[in-house]
């Protein structure tokens, strides 16, 4: 038996995957109680990626101004540095130092206006001071869409063979032992995106991006444990913590109770376990298939 | 008589006048009294001779003294001391992100607190300074090279090493050797080159610079599919590397490529990205390279500390360097010339298709990142990451904190594929020590810390020391992983432990949350 299920998981590894991927443990600051992985009194955010940019560094966007400087951008520019600003004749723009050191034209308003004739570039001297701004707060979005990977869209998920996913759920996944389309399973892909969908069918817990940024989050089944004291006794409960020293539960009375493992003995049975097991055994067709059949399950 | 006299003033006045400074031949072999560079010694070992806190005592280990950062401004998850403090003349040094410390390492006093101005740049976490003579230097978030003086921290100048506007920032302690100062940098989120550089520790001018993406023409740059995929490859230098004297040869480890999860625009191995690099100290010239991970695209970057030692290896004495990589495998080489001698798994992976004959693992293109998702393990937060690891050379065991978790790799970019490009989605986090068999790659124990985040020291007193994601910090058995001590503090560990002796008493230091927390015997107390 391991302590994994509630090892401050909650906060701790979404800074894993932050920036550089360097691994961090951002939720050591504020070591909050991590059962259930929910983080009530966090305050809300409507955009989980632009506050993961914003703590990350990363730039405000005045995106009126950027969608101003798109119009712009697409007829006059589009055609050699491609409506995107990826490039295509022309350079691309949005990993350009050049523009990456502009603020509102002082860098690119020159090359704007005057051209570079000798690169193939005409000059845009029509273009106001204003609409240069744009342009710049245009491609300074485009900078932000690339760098900031917790606004990028997951799409395109269902591609699996919804039959084979049915068979797999009751064969070989030993999905069906547990879970049932008609019961707990019924309407479940209207519940959830299909990212959404995916990740828990895999491993039942919410998203760590969600539980930083305290939205509401369907907390995990609970896990059950029953301890066994030296004196025979046996106390049952719902877990509320498990490490190396000490395991603490809400016994069927809802009275909190923790006891030091050195004297009991303890017996969890955690809902997620035959997830666990199933990770190491699917091929991705298997898992492609198995989502596809739950999105039938409207 | 006369003439002995003579010669001890002559011997000592020099020393008594610099006693506080830390001179550029004392980090060839520091003092116990002492933890003067990130690692503890250029071998990266994090192990310590001390042996005054051992196995049969450590039961009755307690706290010696504690100290709460206060004042360090910066919000959110950078305010955690993952920083490894360095210990000289009995001050300690450490950093939070825009922040260094002075405190006195006998009772946690502040010495001095210096703050660098608020800034762009990103503040995940700030690992630790370096120290020359009488001078400290730290990288900023926004990439700085600031000099302190290590008697007030009062700033003696500041010197950009990358530039902050394209998404570059700066989290290494830097490593000092002779008269270099190695510059490591981060951020991979635009698609920028990785580079080393050396500074000179007076002026911060460059001394010399490394590209990890090798020019036209140099080995390696086949590697590339053309100069626009190699101009805009990655491979970061964000942490501090290790240097051995005989050979002059810095080792570096380099992390992953760009764009990070589509490897469509850079078809190759792509080097020196997600390698094991040795490089002259006085030249920064590229002595040989060993790649972990040929085209990475799971954002497995290698810079885990190469840890060097001598030791056997089937039968014969060799210059060893092991690493146990973020893609899930443990590498020994021979560092003097960078010849292949063991790659092993340290956990179950799935993305291979075996090993090739070089030793390295060759990536299944079927578990690339791919629109509908790919499950893969590690998840991209790695098998192991920038948590220290520790090598305990009488045992012949490398210890790491490990991770068998899983993600699913989703390619996300419409278009051209740029910066991430993708994203992977975890699913599980688990976190044990594994002490490994250096000549095997067999794992000989694991014990369980419910989750990755801190790194770990070794001692001659056969102790490993730890800490959990339950607010706890352990000392086990180094031979067997069994816990012998615990205690609990406020926050979870979030750096790498360190121990020294002063006036014959042995601390054991570890940063959690804002504070630190010093441990000794109760009976030296």
């Known amino acids: 038996m391991s302590n994994r299920y509630f090892g401050a998981v909650a906060v701790l590894l979404l800074f894993a995957s932050l920036s550089s991927g360097q691994a961090d443990q951002a939720a050591n600051a504020n070591k909050q109680k991590p059962a259930n992985g929910q983080q009530k009194d966090a305050p809300q955010k409507e955009n989980a990626g632009d506050a993961l940019a914003a703590m990350m560094g990363g730039a405000h966007i005045d995106k009126e101004a950027a969608e101003r400087g798109r119009k712009i951008f697409v007829p006059a520019c589009g055609f050699c540095h491609g409506n995107d600003a990826h490039g295509k004749s022309g350079p691309d723009l949005v990993r350009s130092a050049l523009v990456l050191h502009d603020n509102k034209g002082d860098v690119i308003g020159l090359v704007i206006r005057n051209g570079r004739l000798e690169r193939g570039m005409p000059a845009f001297s029509a273009l106001s001071a204003e609409q240069i701004a744009d342009i710049s707060t245009f491609l300074h979005s485009r900078a932000a869409d690339v760098s900031n990977r917790f606004a990028y869209k997951i799409g395109d998920l269902i591609t699996g063979d919804a039959q084979k996913g049915a068979a797999f759920f009751h064969g070989d996944g030993q999905c069906g032992s547990c879970h049932s389309a008609t019961g707990d399973l019924a309407h479940v892909a209207t519940k959830y995106e299909p990212v959404e969908l995916q990740r828990r069918m895999l491993y039942p817990a919410p998203n760590l991006i969600d539980v930083f940024l305290g939205r509401a989050v369907k907390p995990p089944a609970p896990t059950k444990v029953a301890v066994q004291l030296a004196s025979g006794e046996r106390v049952s409960g719902t877990l509320d913590h498990l490490d190396e020293f000490s395991v603490a539960m809400r016994d069927s009375a809802g009275w909190y109770r923790s006891f030091s493992r050195e004297s009991v003995t303890v017996d969890v049975q955690d809902p997620r376990a035959a997830h666990e097991g199933l990770l190491a055994k699917y091929t991705d067709q298997e898992m492609h298939d198995a989502l596809a059949y739950l999105e039938t399950l409207k | ?525």
């Open chain 2, 1 to 525: 008589m006369r003439v002995w006299t003579l010669a001890l003033v002559l011997l000592t006045a020099p020393v008594v006048l610099r006693a506080q400074e830390l001179p550029p031949e004392t980090l060839l072999k520091p003092g116990t009294d002492s933890w003067p560079t990130y690692n503890g010694d250029y071998s990266g070992q994090r192990h310590s001779p001390l042996h005054q806190i051992n196995a049969s005592n450590v039961a009755s280990l307690s706290s010696a003294w504690m100290y709460r950062a206060s004042n360090y401004g910066a919000a959110g998850f950078g305010s955690v001391i993952k920083s490894t403090p360095i210990e000289v003349n009995g001050v300690l040094y450490f950093t939070m992100p825009d922040n260094v410390w002075a405190v006195d390492a006998r009772n946690g006093r502040e010495v001095w607190h210096y703050k660098y101005p608020p800034n762009e740049g990103g503040h995940i976490g700030q690992r630790g300074v370096a120290m020359l003579g009488s001078w400290i230097y730290t990288e900023t978030p926004d990439c700085n090279l600031v000099s302190l003086n290590a008697k007030n921290g009062q700033e003696r100048w500041r010197k950009p090493i990358a530039d902050v506007k394209l998404e570059y920032f700066c989290t290494m302690a830097p490593l000092v050797v002779g008269n270099h100062i190695i510059t490591g940098v981060g951020g991979d989120s635009l698609d920028n080159p990785g580079y080393l550089e050396s500074r000179d520790p007076e002026t911060g001018e460059v001394q010399w610079h490394w590209n990890t993406e090798p020019n036209p023409g140099e080995p390696g740059s086949e590697s590339w599919p053309d100069a626009e995929a190699r101009n805009h490859g990655g491979g970061m230098t964000w942490m501090t590397g290790t240097y051995d004297p005989d050979l002059r040869l810095i080792y570096w480890g380099i992390g992953n490529p760009n764009p990070v999860h589509a490897g469509v625009g850079r078809k190759g191995d792509n080097l020196w990205t997600c390698s094991i690099v040795a490089l002259n100290v006085d030249t920064g010239k590229l002595v040989w390279g060993y790649q972990v991970s040929p085209h990475d695209t799971h954002d497995w970057d290698a810079t885990q500390t190469p840890i060097l030692f001598d030791g056997e290896f089937q039968g014969k004495r060799r210059k060893l360097l092991a690493q146990a990589s973020r893609n899930g495998f443990f590498f020994v080489l021979d560092r003097s010339n960078g010849e292949h001698l063991l790659t092993a798994p340290f956990i179950h992976t799935n993305w291979t298709l075996g090993i090739n004959a070089k030793g390295q693992p060759i990536p299944n293109p079927n578990k690339e990142p791919a629109r509908d998702g790919t499950l893969v393990s590690p998840s991209s937060n790695g098998a192991s990451n920038w948590f220290a690891p520790s090598f305990n050379p009488s045992a012949g065991l490398f210890y790491v904190v490990a991770s068998e978790s899983y993600s699913v790799f989703y390619l996300t970019a419409e278009g051209k594929a740029e910066g991430f490009a993708g994203r992977d989605d975890f699913l599980n986090y688990p976190g044990t020590i594994k002490a490994i068999d250096y000549k095997t790659g067999e794992t000989r124990w694991t014990h369980d810390l419910g989750g990755m985040g801190s790194g770990l020291l070794t001692t001659a007193g056969n102790l490993l020391f730890a800490g959990d994601t339950s607010g706890h910090i352990l000392a086990t058995d180094s031979m067997t992983g069994k816990t012998l001590w615990h205690t609990t503090v406020s926050a979870n560990q979030a750096n790498g432990a360190i121990t020294y002796e002063l006036d014959g008493k042995q601390y054991v230091v570890v940063g959690a949350g804002d504070s630190l927390f010093a441990f000794a015997l109760a009976a030296t107390q």
